[in-house]
């Protein structure tokens, strides 16, 4: 099994490619090892010192390290961690893996499907390119609420995607969009 990586605009995180499917469907967000009990696969790299978080994606993980630990020591330990966990053939997530935004009941519900659309056809999977995922937190009085995860959460760039990537996407399609705003879940 060859594990190719990738750096991502996260200098704390890194992107490892297994060469095959992680998660179907969905994502799956483990931002300490407290919320890894559901994943096999991300309760071992969380045994590896120095993680701090997880991310998994259809084909990807991503793996977010304390600024104090240096890639060059946890990387081999990862991708070790990542081939055994492949090859033994154990399951990567017990139970189901998350949809990804939240439900919305209201009156903007028209509003929040364009915004949904959106973010699903143009964002999520650039933002899948560089090892994390935004989803649909809220929608109210024109402000609208995304949750960033794996590598965009803590990202020196992200405010900088949200701003002048996403709120000026949502803008132009959507007039009744004001602003975006990340909000920690």
Not at 14 to 18: H, R
Not at 112 to 120: R, S, W
């Given at each position: 099994m060859f594990i190719q990586t990738e750096s991502t605009p996260n200098p704390a995180t890194?992107?490892?490619?297994?060469g095959q499917e992680v998660l179907g469907m969905g994502t799956a967000d483990f931002p300490n090892a407290d919320a890894a009990a559901p994943s096999p696969l991300a309760r071992r790299l969380f045994g590896v010192s120095g993680v701090t978080g997880v991310f998994l994606g259809s084909d990807f993980v991503t793996v977010t390290k304390d600024d104090a630990v240096d890639?060059?020591?946890?990387?081999?330990?990862l991708l070790g961690a990542i081939?055994?966990?492949?090859?033994?053939?154990?399951?990567?997530?017990?139970?189901?893996?998350?949809e990804g935004h939240a439900?919305?009941?209201?009156?903007?519900?028209?509003?929040?499907?364009?915004?949904?659309?959106?973010?699903?056809t143009r964002v999520r999977p650039?933002?899948?390119?560089?090892?994390?995922?935004?989803?649909?937190h809220g929608?109210?009085?024109?402000?609208?609420?995304?949750?960033?995860?794996?590598?965009?959460?803590?990202c020196p760039s992200s405010t900088m995607t949200l701003k002048m990537g996403i709120e000026n996407l949502l803008r132009h399609y959507i007039p009744e969009v004001t602003e975006v705003r990340p909000v920690a879940v």
């Open positions: 890194l992107k490892f490619l297994p890639w060059a020591h946890i990387k081999p330990e081939m055994e966990h492949f090859q033994s053939g154990a399951a990567v997530m017990e139970g189901e893996a998350e439900a919305h009941d209201g009156p903007d519900g028209e509003i929040v499907g364009q915004i949904k659309e959106l973010l699903d650039a933002v899948a390119q560089d090892g994390g995922d935004i989803t649909f929608f109210e009085r024109g402000v609208v609420y995304l949750h960033m995860k794996g590598a965009c959460a803590g």
